[in-house]
């Protein structure tokens, strides 16, 4: 346990953290988009994945809790790097020139912490029910379409569809690097690996949204 713990005290050790658990993340946002766009296919379907989440309920709280840590996981070590690599510059550049860094990757503390923000409001939103006006805890169709028909609630869902795809794309490219798994040869493949998905996961969720505030669902 010892090591563990030196290991995790280092730069590379918290960055190796991330990478685990926004693999696990990342493998649950998939998971949910697809259960998500069963939407599109109509009322049962929809209702039908969600009686499928629930057959097993002690599967589903153990999926709940790894997440719970993972996600933990995730945000400590992403504020711990952030204070530490501000720590190691304190005073500012007079002039700042950005070679390798991308905008994903220079907004990357501010785009997790909107994701957080609005994980909170999507959970009272959708699953407990407590900012949703019309909810109807037995009918997820109802709540996904009653809920979204307002426009600024399907705006804000887009928009943090797109900044999770944000997210997501230089997550997706550093983790290869992280895990040491780059590689000169194969940059191409990783930016378009993360490209791709970060794509779908944006296009996946926003079309949920996007539907229901044109009436298509």
Known sequence: MHWIA???????????VMAVTGVVLFAYVLLHMVGNL???LGPEELRGYVRLRYAAPG??????FVLLVAATLHVIAAVQLTVR??????????VRRYREADYASRTMIFTGV??????????????????????????VYHNVTSGLHVPP????????SAVL?????????????????????YDSWRRAFATVFSLVVTLGFGSVPLAVLLRTL
């Open 153 to 160: 609630v399907s705006l804000l869902y887009v928009a943090a």
């Open 59 to 64: 599967l589903l709280w153990t999926v709940r």
């Open 165 to 185: 795809g944000l997210h997501l794309y230089h997550g997706l490219w550093s983790v290869f690097q992280t895990l040491g798994l780059s590689s000169p040869i």
């Open 85 to 94: 690599n501000r720590g190691s510059r304190p005073v500012r550049y007079a």
């Open 6 to 16: 030196e290991f995790y005290r280092s730069t590379p050790g918290k960055k190796f």
């Open 114 to 139: 909107a994701i957080a923000a609005f994980g909170v409001y999507h959970l009272l939103h959708m699953t407990f029910g407590s900012v949703h006006p019309e909810f109807i805890r037995s009918d």
């Open 38 to 40: 069963q939407i599109h």
